[in-house]
C-alpha cells in the first residue's frame, strides 16, 4: 500500500500533482526543530515529489496540491507550510550546486587518470612489439595494463554518461519545484 497517494492531471501544456500525506510528519521532519518555513522535508517527501517532476517537461506549467490532514496547521498558515516546501528546495539547491562543483573536479581526475594510464599502456606495448620474443613477464604486464586501461576508461565514461549527468538533471528538477506554484490543503 503507498503511504503517498499521488494523482497527476494533464491538461493543455498544464499540469497539476496533487499528493494526499496521512499526517504533516510524513511530509515535514517531525525532529526538526525549526518553524515554518525554515523546516526540513522528510526523504520520503522529498524524493517522492521529485519523482514526479522527474519525468516532467520542464518547460509546462506545473501546479502542485499538498493535502495534509484538517488541523495539522492552524488555519491561514497554508502559505508558510507551502513556502517551506519551496525553501527546502533552495536550500537543497545549495547542496547539489556543491555537490556539482565537487563532481566536475572528479571528472577531471578521471580524465587525467585516463591520459596517464594511456601514455603508460602505449609505452608498454611499444616495447613489447619492439622485442624479438617477448618474455613471460612482459606478457603479464600488458595484460595489467589492458585491465587497468579498460577499469580507468569505463570509470571516466560511466562518471560523464551517468553519473555527472544524472546531478545535473536533479539539480535542473529541483530548481523548477522552486518555482512551482505550490499550495496546501487541509482536507477532513
Do not use: C
Not at 496521512?22 to 526538526?32: E, G, I, T, W
Amino acid at each position: 500500500m503507498k503511504e503517498i497517494r499521488i494523482d497527476v492531471t494533464r491538461d493543455e501544456g498544464a499540469v497539476s500533482i496533487d499528493m494526499w500525506f496521512k499526517m504533516l510528519d510524513q511530509l515535514f521532519d517531525p525532529s526538526d526543530p525549526f518553524p515554518f518555513p525554515e523546516k526540513e522535508l522528510t526523504d520520503m517527501a522529498e524524493e517522492t515529489i521529485f519523482e514526479q517532476f522527474v519525468d516532467l517537461n520542464l518547460q509546462k506549467e506545473v501546479d502542485l496540491t499538498l493535502h495534509i490532514p484538517k488541523g495539522s496547521v492552524p488555519a491561514g498558515s497554508e502559505n508558510q507550510v507551502a513556502a517551506a516546501v519551496k525553501h527546502h528546495f533552495s536550500f537543497r539547491l545549495k547542496d547539489l550546486a556543491w555537490e556539482k562543483k565537487s563532481s566536475w573536479k572528479e571528472g577531471q581526475v578521471s580524465v587525467q587518470l585516463v591520459v596517464i594510464t594511456l601514455s603508460l599502456s602505449l609505452a608498454v606495448f611499444y616495447l613489447y612489439y619492439l622485442m624479438p620474443t617477448p618474455g613471460f613477464f612482459y606478457q603479464i604486464m600488458m595484460g595489467i595494463f589492458v585491465i587497468i586501461n579498460w577499469v580507468t576508461i569505463w570509470h571516466t565514461w560511466e562518471y560523464f554518461v551517468y553519473s555527472h549527468r544524472h546531478l545535473w538533471r536533479k539539480y535542473r528538477v529541483y530548481q523548477y519545484i522552486t518555482q512551482t506554484n505550490v499550495k496546501i490543503n487541509q482536507t477532513g
